[in-house]
């Protein structure tokens, strides 16, 4: 998805750096030490069992978007809180008008996930399964559940609220340079799916809906963007190590929470991949950093903020000379121009804020999140290449009666009905602009930048669930729990060392959970350490990568096929031969691979046999005639054979002996 309506100016880097600004790659700790870089993780992982949190429908059930049995069509509106108040997310939901459609399928829906029906009792499962990794975690677990209610007024979750427990408060994780501390962790239900989000009409599937979530939080303890990745890691595979979580795409997805000096907790959802991490926050920071020097410089043209406003006037579009597709199909669906006068912000909308992205596409992402007005929605005086040309441009501004030497202009187009929303939501996000950082959640992007995606929710929208009873965890219980946990991530790790395992499998095989099946391929059937490291953490991370698993391949297979070459008395770097067949089709029994990877069995005596006759060879035809050539020459011509009948290190010596 591209981000940009037009392509920023070309000079944008030297133009951020003016501000500040610091590549990534060329950040130190002190360049976020003089910004106040500071991130905090919340991360979601989706627990592994049968059936959802509060229902009795089957977890883990997807079907395709266009598959489903029935359509339920909602609007979602604002209510008073107990104070008399509106949440701010709320409102701005409401503004958009949106349209929520859940699609729903009868094989994992049912009257709950429509909110028809109270909760069932919770899924005992899930809870035993959450209270394992709160223990393991390092937390404090709680002695009674309380299940409380979660303000959403997204749609993502027809109720407008999600269902949801603390289990554990002030935990712990070691990093490998200082400990993470941990806020809370809470068992809770998953929200929908979203399948799209155009103009007023957003669609939602239900599969995903209610399956049971555990959401670990942790203090604002990072102080550069690889500490943050390294915390979000160690708990993933931290979850991951127990057996009793989901895996595949979206099972796991992290929340990053990031600010810098001077600015605000700003919320960057649903990032897909922890790789993302290090530039999402590098930017987001800096973002922050450059809004901040941004008000400075509004301030100081402005003198009270409180009292600027923009200035609007609508276009008829036969009046100019419209050659832009986007304008055109404004034009012909009968839609409104409308250009916009802001007052002092001469350069500020081609402040760079984001690498490549101006201020104004701050303002755009607004207007196509919450007047609904789909990219390109907006142009303006500030642009690199001006799509409205230069006189119809002058025309425009002296329309608004502009000032050209401090003044810039917005053109947007948009259905008349949205225009009113559209106007408020540029003065808004200027206004805003004077304060400095807006509170906001934004969505993440694989290429490190983000775009607004919905106002941050308040701290109070946490209240009792009055359709759930407490429930009391006996100390017995949580003992019990505790007796046969998995070994700690750290712990790992330094076995990992200590072995002399490969530093550069160590992220497979923790994100795989492989550490019980690398500990059984060493301890019980006599693997050495760093064949095995790479056998799971290399070889298999290649075939991972490269292929698709057949159906009911398991990591089990894995060491059946260690223990066929030890009983066949074969070599086991002829596993990793072996390993993409294997992978692909599983319930292929292993002398079968072998004769489809076209091996043989050979005898030391046949393969030695081999030298002398390679060693006359190469005296005939070699240009090069050294020792080493010509034993790097025989080598090669017999190790096709050699793999799997022979250690290669003895046949290599064999050969310098002979030769």
């Not at 037009?6 to 130190?28: C, D, H, I, Q, W």
């Not at 068992?187 to 799209?196: F, G, K, N, Q």
């Not at 996000?429 to 607004?452: Q, V």
């Not at 030695?608 to 060693?615: G, K």
Request: aromatic fraction near 8%; glycine fraction near 6%; hydrophobic fraction near 35%.
């Amino acid at each position: 998805m591209k981000k940009n309506q037009f392509e920023p100016y070309s000079n944008y880097l030297a133009t951020m750096k003016k501000a500040g600004y610091v590549p990534r790659k060329e950040a130190s700790q002190k360049d976020y030490d003089r910004i106040g870089f500071m991130s905090g993780l919340e991360v979601h992982q989706q627990l592994l069992t049968d059936k959802k949190l509060f229902c009795h429908c089957p977890a883990g059930i997807f079907h395709k978007d266009e598959e489903y049995d029935a359509e339920v069509i909602r609007h979602m509106r604002p209510t008073l809180s107990e104070l008399g108040e509106y949440d701010g997310t709320a409102l701005m939901e409401f503004k958009t008008k949106k349209e929520i459609v859940y699609r729903i399928n009868n094989e994992n829906a049912c009257t709950y996930e429509v909110d028809d029906t109270p909760p069932f009792l919770i899924n005992r499962q899930a809870l035993d399964r959450a209270l394992e990794i709160t223990i393991l975690s390092k937390f404090n677990v709680v002695g009674e559940v309380h299940i409380t209610r979660k303000q959403y007024l997204d749609g993502s979750i027809p109720t407008g609220f999600q269902r949801t427990a603390i289990l554990g408060v002030e935990g712990e994780i070691q990093l490998k340079n200082k400990k993470v501390r941990l806020i809370q962790l809470s068992i809770e239900e998953d929200s929908c799916r979203e399948i799209s989000d155009i103009g007023h009409r957003r669609v939602y599937k239900t599969d995903r809906l209610g399956m049971p979530l555990i959401e670990t939080v942790t203090y604002p303890d990072m102080v550069n963007p690889d500490e943050v990745k390294e915390a979000c890691d160690y708990i993933r595979f931290l979850n991951r190590s127990t057996g009793k979580v989901r895996t595949g795409m979206g099972a796991g997805r992290q929340d990053v929470n990031v600010s810098c000096k001077g600015g605000t907790r700003v919320e960057i959802k649903g990032v897909a991949h922890t790789k993302w991490i290090p530039e999402l926050t590098h930017n987001e920071c800096f973002r922050q950093w450059s809004l901040l020097l941004m008000r400075d410089e509004l301030l100081s043209r402005v003198k009270s903020p409180e009292k600027w406003k923009i200035d609007y006037a609508f276009l008829d579009f036969d009046a100019f000379k419209i050659t832009h597709p986007a304008i055109k199909d404004a034009r012909d669906s009968g839609q409104k121009l409308v250009a916009v006068n802001l007052p002092n912000f001469k350069g500020i909308l081609s402040w760079f804020d984001q690498p490549g992205i101006m201020f104004a596409e701050e303002i755009a992402d607004r207007l196509k999140v919450i007047a609904c007005i789909e990219k390109p929605n907006m142009v303006h005086t500030e642009m690199p290449q001006q799509i409205i040309t230069p006189v119809d441009m002058e025309i425009i501004k002296m329309i608004l009666d502009s000032d050209e030497e401090k003044d810039s202009v917005i053109v947007f187009w948009a259905p008349e009905e949205d225009v009113k929303t559209a106007l408020e939501t540029i003065e808004e996000r200027c206004k805003m602009a004077f304060d400095g950082i807006p509170n906001e959640t934004r969505k993440s992007f694989e290429d490190g930048t983000t775009m607004f995606e919905r106002v941050l929710p308040g701290a109070d929208r946490m209240y009792p669930d009055t359709d759930s009873m407490p429930i009391p965890l006996a100390p017995e219980h949580i003992d019990n729990l505790g007796k046969n946990l998995p070994t700690d991530v750290a712990d790992r790790l330094s076995e990992f060392i200590k072995l002399g395992i490969p530093e550069d499998t160590y992220h497979y095989l923790l994100s795989k959970n492989l550490y019980p099946y690398v500990k059984l391929a060493i301890e019980e059937l006599g693997v050495e350490p760093k064949s095995a490291g790479k056998l799971f953490g290399q070889h298999l991370k290649y075939v991972d990568g490269h292929f698709d698993a057949g159906d009911g391949f398991t990591y089990d297979k894995i060491l059946e096929l260690i223990k066929f070459l030890k009983d066949n008395d074969l070599h086991c770097p002829l596993g990793k031969k072996m390993l993409p067949e294997l992978y692909q089709h599983p319930h292929m029994d292993f002398n079968s691979i072998l004769t489809v990877i076209n091996f043989k069995k050979r005898t030391k005596e046949e393969l030695f046999a081999q030298i002398d006759f390679l060693a006359e060879k190469f005296n005939q035809e070699a240009i090069n005639n050294t020792k080493k050539n010509k034993a790097d020459w025989i080598m090669g011509h017999i190790r096709p054979m050699a793999e799997g009948n022979i250690c290669l290190t003895e046949l290599k010596s064999e050969i310098d002996n002979r030769i």
